[in-house]
């Protein structure tokens, strides 16, 4: 539900819309940003596929959190998620990119109104990205994604995590 990957897979594979199902298990994408290989875990945001995520939190050098622009009922279930993420030990340090998808509808909430609503000010102290986007049209996916790993080559953590796979391997 908030992977909304759908327009990433578009970015990735090229998938046509028609071939985007809900997301049960894991997809991987590979690409390349910025001289940068990337590695996406796309992973299902059905409450009962949640629990999964924190197996990944560990090895994870960045998040991308993906909330529906364009369905209120599910904000408040966005929100508390979102936080969860964020309060979890394993991603500390970890940059993450908050996507306001679907801003291609008009019913859509706008980027301001949702960030107000999810109260991003409070997350000043924690190295986060929003940005408003489309998978559908591909706004803003480029863009925070390209900003996502600027922030992450800097970061601390990625710096630790290339350490310790650089002592495994
Ligand atoms: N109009 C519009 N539709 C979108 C956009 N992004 C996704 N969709 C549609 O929303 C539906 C759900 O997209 P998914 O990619 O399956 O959503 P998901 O978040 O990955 O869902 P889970 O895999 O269950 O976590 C699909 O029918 C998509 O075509 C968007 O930016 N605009
Ligand atoms: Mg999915």
Redesign the pocket.
Known sequence: ???????L?KYIFSLP?DR????VGLNIGRIEVSNTKLVFW?????PG?RSIWEKYYEEAHAVIF?I?A?CPPRFEDSKSALEKVLRHEDLQGAPILILA?????SEALSAEELARYLDLKKLDERVYMYEA?????GMGIKEGVERLVEVMERSKRTETLRMRAGLQA
Not at 1 to 7: A, P, Q, V
Not at 20 to 23: A, N
Not at 101 to 105: E, I, R, S
């Open positions: 539900m908030f992977s909304l990957f759908y327009g897979w819309p985007i199902v809900p997301t796309d992973l299902g945001g059905q596929l993906v529906d364009a998808n679907k801003q291609d509808l986007a489309s998978a559908f049209d």
